[in-house]
Nanobody, 126 residues
Framework: QVQLVESGGGVVQAGGSLRLSCSASEGDFTPYSIGWFRQAPGKDREFVTA????????KYADSLARRLIISKDNNKNLVSLQIWSLTPADTGVYSC???????????????????WGQGTQVTVSS
């Protein structure tokens, strides 16, 4: 079974950028669509972006679409998320998730995914 590991979080100043990675420490996540979600303290988990198993189809949260891009490299078992023009409102735990039910049309809901990583903390300072 695929084990997901997120990396790339940290503290960044407002206006800066980050590159988050989701990798598979075990298994092959080629067959999986991958989603990114974030959760700020005291708030519900929020959809950020998702990509199909092939990497050819991506979806973005409307509010974030202009500030991020997702990519998937099945040869490296790696999904990358680049986000720029960060603000304190982007602070939260960013988690990646994998699923096979919507391989070609990745979902926007947490329930669309079966496997989750532990998350990586992103803190944007003003």
């Amino acid at each position: 079974q695929v084990q997901l590991v997120e990396s790339g979080g940290g503290v960044v100043q407002a206006g800066g950028s980050l590159r988050l990675s989701c990798s598979a420490s075990e298994g092959d996540f080629t067959p999986y669509s991958i989603g990114w979600f974030r959760q700020a303290p005291g708030k519900d988990r929020e959809f950020v972006t998702a990509i199909s198993w092939s990497g050819y189809r991506a979806k973005y949260a409307d509010s974030l679409a202009r500030r991020l891009i997702i990519s998937k490299d099945n040869n490296k078992n790696l999904v990358s998320l680049q986000i720029w023009s960060l603000t304190p409102a982007d602070t939260g735990v960013y988690s990646c998730a994998a699923g096979t039910r919507y391989r070609d049309d990745p979902g926007r809901r947490p329930d669309d995914y079966d496997l989750w990583g532990q998350g990586t903390q992103v803190t944007v300072s003003s």
